[in-house]
């Protein structure tokens, strides 16, 4: 006889009543809770079983009372390009909880959207201030790295450009050991992140997250330098980021922007789901050291993390599944070497007990290392009002360009400052363009980071504005540099920036580079149309005309196009700090998901590269796809 369960309260007899429904109902509502809360309650009593050796291998200050300690599936450490990404990809899952933690602040500062705006930050409180220590190469000098200390991270404070690199460049990362990161792999990552308004092709996405546009206001200027440059042979290039042709050529860059407002990954991504119940963002809470617990003959085990809240109080957020480390090219490393992943000297040195040696961690620093020509207008009345609107604070006071930019998302407000620019080989023997042109169209300093140089004062380009001439300048950027740097903790404080050194020039080829930008940028000047607004040569100065002078100028003016990357490289050699799934080598439960994973730095701004990282590493820690993918299975189809 079959049998089936039915309620108590049922009779065969008697029809049910909307009372006896009722009833029912809640008694069975109460037994799902019931099950919810013991499920929740196994969960807690299963991690607190797996804490005990935690409890056992800690140091004595991480035992120490936390005023708050909780529980996620994943803690995601920095709330930067990366990190934003991974945070609203993972919490499309609704099962899964996800915690954030940002150092910074929310990204609510009015500059931040304003794409002209972006020299006010430099050197804020929202900006993390790095420096490197003094380098007798660069004749006693330090070299300057703001990096974005706000949601967002330094893509919220970059100037917008959106570049790829050439699918050499992909192709180089799978040499190095990256496996399933080559340009076929890689590129579904670009076009499902990308909302194109050119709209969508073989290499643009449309209907992601990251809006790319096209300036909605360039200088006459940039268009002079653009048709200046092809009267030197230097072809026109409407896409840097199209692969099915050669990176090389003049144009004009397109930009993370939307009706002339930024987007960052903090206003792409993050916004849109902020109300998410299982997703929690915060900020002003600054990670001390990643959790490790370690059981006899197993590898050790990312438990959770402990950090600094704004008022100072220590707090513990523990994780189910992973931390993800997503601190950037400068804080990933430093807080793996904080948290005893690291050399073992370095960690020794400043009593951290080792919990997982890797050498590997802080090395293979990159950088794009930049020279500036700058010139005075021939006119300086011609453009004195174009100048003032673009790079003085009359812009601020300037009513009419004001509401052009907030009613129309158009006019002087809408600049990156780098607007059009060229990728060139300055030798034939290359297989990719080793220098990128940037043009400026106005006077720059020939170190535009000088007046940081102890970060006494805020703010970029704003040094002397009273004074500065009218005028254009041209950045040349060593974008595939050979040179190699690193860092190190030298503290066993997270508040102190570690010891870097940029290892700029350590391979000549870089600073043979630069010096063949220079002569091309004085090539350029006295092209037309752009010969029309120059006037007098200043950096470097016209006195300055053997290669001896030139390359000591660029040796004391050099500064950084700000695209840190490598400093935790994946591979699976010995030196590689994570494997192609972006796990830490050794380590359970940790990944890094940020710029310092790039083997080789991109031919091209970092911004897109790091979004893109993220979104495949995403997919990887939901278990949609390994570190090898496929990529007709994968292309983002419109």
């Known amino acids: 006889m079959k049998t089936s369960f039915v309620p108590c309260c049922y009779s065969p007899t008697l029809k049910c009543s909307r009372f006896e429904g009722k009833v029912w109902k809640r008694a069975f509502s109460s037994v799902l809770i019931y099950k919810k809360n013991l499920r929740a309650y196994l969960r807690k009593v299963k991690l607190c079983i797996s804490s005990l050796p935690l409890v056992a291998s800690l140091e004595s200050d991480v035992q120490s009372n936390f005023v708050r300690s909780r529980e996620f599936d994943y803690v995601i450490i920095g709330g930067g390009a990366a990190g934003c990404v991974v945070a609203s990809r993972l919490s499309e899952d609704k099962r899964s909880t996800v915690l954030l933690l940002e150092a910074g602040k929310e990204d609510d500062n009015f500059y931040i959207h304003v794409p002209m705006g972006f020299p006010y930050l430099i050197g804020s409180d929202l900006d993390w201030k790095y420096h490197s220590t003094y380098d007798e190469k660069l004749l006693d000098r330090r070299v300057i790295w703001p990096r974005g200390k706000v949601l967002g991270g330094s893509h919220a404070i970059s100037v917008m450009l959106y570049l790829r690199g050439s699918a050499n460049d992909y192709r180089e990362w799978e040499r190095s050991g990256a496996t399933g990161w080559g340009p076929e792999d890689v590129l579904p990552y670009f076009l499902k992140a990308e909302n194109n308004l050119r709209g969508a092709s073989a290499y643009h996405g449309k209907g992601g997250p990251l809006r790319v546009s096209d300036l909605p206001s360039p200088n006459e200027m940039s268009h002079a330098f653009v048709v200046a440059s092809q009267t030197l042979d230097i072809p026109p290039n409407k896409d840097f980021n199209d692969w099915s042709r050669s990176q090389e050529g003049v144009g004009f860059f397109q930009v993370t922007q939307a009706d002339g407002k930024r987007v960052s990954p903090s206003t792409a991504y993050l916004d849109p789901v902020r109300g998410r119940r299982n997703l929690s963002v915060e900020t002003q809470k600054h990670v001390e050291k990643i959790l490790f617990a370690r059981e006899t003959g197993s590898a050790p085990r990312a438990m959770g993390v402990s950090y600094i809240n704004s008022s100072g109080k220590r707090e513990r957020a523990m994780v189910r599944k992973e931390v993800i480390l997503s601190a950037?090219?400068?804080?990933?490393?430093?807080?793996?070497?904080?948290?005893?992943?690291?050399?073992?000297?370095?960690?020794?040195?400043?009593?951290?007990?080792?919990?997982?040696?890797?050498?590997?961690?802080?090395?293979?620093?990159?950088?794009?290392?930049?020279?500036?020509?700058?010139?005075?207008?021939?006119?300086?009345?011609?453009?004195?009002?174009?100048?003032?609107?673009?790079?003085?604070?009359?812009?601020?006071?300037?009513?009419?360009?004001?509401?052009?930019?907030?009613?129309?998302?158009?006019?002087?407000?809408?600049?990156?400052?780098?607007?059009?620019?060229?990728?060139?080989k300055t030798n034939s023997t290359f297989n990719d363009p080793d220098l990128q042109l940037r043009f400026i169209p106005f006077f720059s300093e020939a170190d535009p980071y000088f007046s940081l140089s102890d970060y006494s004062s805020k703010g970029m380009f704003l040094r002397n504005r009273s004074s500065r001439p009218s005028g254009f300048s041209i950045q040349s950027?060593?974008?595939?540099?050979?040179?190699?740097?690193?860092?190190?903790?030298?503290?066993?404080?997270?508040?102190?920036?570690?010891?870097?050194?940029?290892?700029?020039?350590?391979?000549?080829?870089?600073?043979?580079?630069?010096?063949?930008?220079?002569?091309?940028?004085?090539?350029?000047?006295?092209?037309?149309?752009?010969?029309?607004?120059?006037?007098?040569?200043?950096?470097?100065?016209?006195?300055?005309?053997?290669?001896?002078?030139?390359?000591?100028?660029?040796?004391?003016?050099?500064?950084?196009?700000?695209?840190?990357?490598?400093?935790?490289?994946?591979?699976?050699?010995?030196?590689?700090?994570?494997?192609?799934?972006?796990?830490?080598?050794?380590?359970?439960?940790?990944?890094?998901?940020?710029?310092?994973?790039?083997?080789?730095?991109?031919?091209?701004?970092?911004?897109?590269?790091?979004?893109?990282i993220a979104e495949k590493a995403a997919d990887m820690i939901r278990g949609k796809v390994s570190a090898k993918t496929s990529f007709e299975q994968n292309v983002c189809k419109s």
């Open 328 to 424: 950037g090219a400068y804080g990933t490393p430093q807080l793996l070497m904080l948290s005893g992943v690291g050399p073992p000297d370095v960690l020794v040195s400043l009593g951290i007990p080792p919990v997982m040696p890797l050498d590997g961690v802080g090395k293979n620093l990159q950088d794009h290392c930049a020279a500036m020509f700058s010139c005075k207008s021939k006119n300086p009345s011609k453009d004195k009002k174009r100048r003032d609107l673009y790079y003085t604070e009359e812009t601020g006071k300037d009513w009419k360009t004001i509401l052009t930019w907030v009613l129309a998302g158009k006019g002087p407000l809408t600049s990156t400052m780098c607007e059009a620019g060229a990728f060139l």
């Open 477 to 612: 950027v060593a974008i595939r540099p050979k040179s190699r740097g690193s860092l190190k903790i030298q503290s066993r404080d997270p508040a102190v920036i570690p010891t870097i050194e940029s290892g700029w020039f350590s391979s000549q080829e870089d600073l043979e580079t630069l010096l063949r930008g220079i002569l091309i940028s004085q090539k350029l000047a006295h092209a037309s149309p752009l010969s029309s607004y120059f006037g007098e040569q200043c950096f470097p100065s016209t006195g300055l005309s053997k290669k001896d002078d030139i390359i000591r100028y660029i040796l004391s003016t050099c500064h950084t196009a700000n695209a840190v990357v490598g400093t935790c490289r994946m591979g699976t050699d010995k030196g590689a700090v994570v494997n192609p799934n972006l796990q830490v080598m050794g380590v359970e439960r940790l990944r890094v998901v940020d710029a310092s994973i790039m083997p080789c730095i991109p031919g091209g701004q970092t911004g897109a590269p790091t979004v893109m």
